[in-house]
């Protein structure tokens, strides 16, 4: 039977980057959507071949008997909304970060706690077949040893276009997104404090995210440049990692990448724009012999799929108990807690 899905919001995001996805998964079925905007749901609705729509998420859980929820709203808001919707005590996807604060994302995971469900945070990247391919082969190597011990970790995100066309079919209505309250300022910040670390968490905690996936343990922050492009970390066994922050941009391209090194080789990893529909991203593996023999690289030819697809397939996968979520609560709460660390390394505040 199919997993009856109910949307929270279906604006830029939530429509080309998750709704398209869902809607042609066939382990599952958008029964109902939530928007504020009425000709944007209605149209929406039509779109997609959602039945019904409903002017908030109240109540359409009043009406709905959903097994799980899409809510892609603004990070801002998480604290304030999430509450509400995780009272429907079903698994829960959202974007990332889990929220704009520590507190606020601690106040989620009580409320997830109490509703005995789960949230899945949508660090796409780790749903990309070039991660998943990477990941296990990262895994592979530090079990066999057979490339020497991990060394060092670099994530590079140049700023560039991460929208590659991916918005070109969104419905539009031309009406204006209603004021809404967001989440208010942490205790230990003051307001240009709080700008800056929004600003960080928006831009770089993927990044955040991706470099503990790689590492596959946690980590602390060590040092953060004056300029804001280098972030340096020490994972929990010695493992030096960097994140480099837009050192430079392109306009009409993407250039995220990963370098896993170990002591004789290593393991890149090159991913697409994150609205770039269908496409992979790249895996190169250098295995150096020794003893004079030519090193070999490796590129698989991977699956033309993209992370948001499989990240919604792998959604849906959890929902019925067939996989764990790519990200927990928990874990993004760690994110929030690593951003701080960094931002009190690079501002002092």
């Keep these: 039977m199919a997993i009856k899905v109910g949307f929270v ?15 042609i998964n066939p382990e599952c079925k958008v029964v109902a959507l939530a928007e504020l905007r009425p000709k944007l749901a209605k149209a929406v609705a039509a779109r997609y071949g959602i039945p019904r729509v409903y002017s908030g998420y109240e109540e359409m859980l009043a009406n709905e008997k959903l097994d799980a929820i899409v809510a892609s709203q603004p990070f801002s808001r998480h604290g304030i909304l999430l509450p509400g919707v995780l009272a429907a005590r079903v698994p829960v996807f959202i974007e990332k970060p889990i929220a704009s604060s520590i507190e606020a994302g601690r106040k989620i995971i009580r409320a997830m706690k109490k509703n005995r469900t789960w949230i899945m945070v949508g660090y796409h990247k780790r749903s990309d077949p070039a991660t998943i391919y990477a990941k296990k082969e990262i895994d592979r190597l530090k079990a066999t040893g057979e490339l020497g011990p991990l060394r060092y970790v670099r994530i590079t995100m140049p700023a560039g276009d991460w929208i590659a066309g991916g918005f070109a079919d ?131 030819q991977l699956p033309w799929v993209g992370a948001m697809r499989q990240q919604a397939a792998n959604f849906i996968k959890a929902v019925k108990g067939e996989a764990k979520p790519t990200c927990t609560a928990e874990e993004a709460l760690e994110d929030l807690k690593v951003a701080r660390e960094y931002l009190r390394l690079h501002t002092g505040r």
């Design 9 to 23: 919001g279906v604006g830029a995001m939530g429509q080309c980057a998750h709704l398209r996805n869902y809607a």
């Design 170 to 300: 969104m419905v539009r209505s031309g009406e204006e997104v209603p004021a809404l309250d967001r989440d208010p300022r942490p205790g230990d910040m003051d307001e240009k404090t709080f700008k800056a670390y929004s600003l960080f968490v928006n831009y770089y905690i993927h990044q955040v995210n991706l470099l503990r996936y790689l590492l596959g343990e946690p980590y602390k922050v060590t040092f953060a440049d004056k300029g804001g492009v280098l972030f340096a970390a020490e994972s929990k066994s010695g493992v030096t990692g960097v994140i480099e922050m837009s050192p430079y941009s392109t306009t009409v391209d993407w250039q995220e990448s990963a370098l896993v090194a170990f002591r004789n080789g290593y393991v890149k990893l090159h991913l697409p724009a994150p609205l770039a529909a269908n496409r992979p991203g790249r895996v190169e593996i250098l295995r150096d012999p020794k003893e004079g023999k030519t090193p070999e690289v490796c590129v698989p």
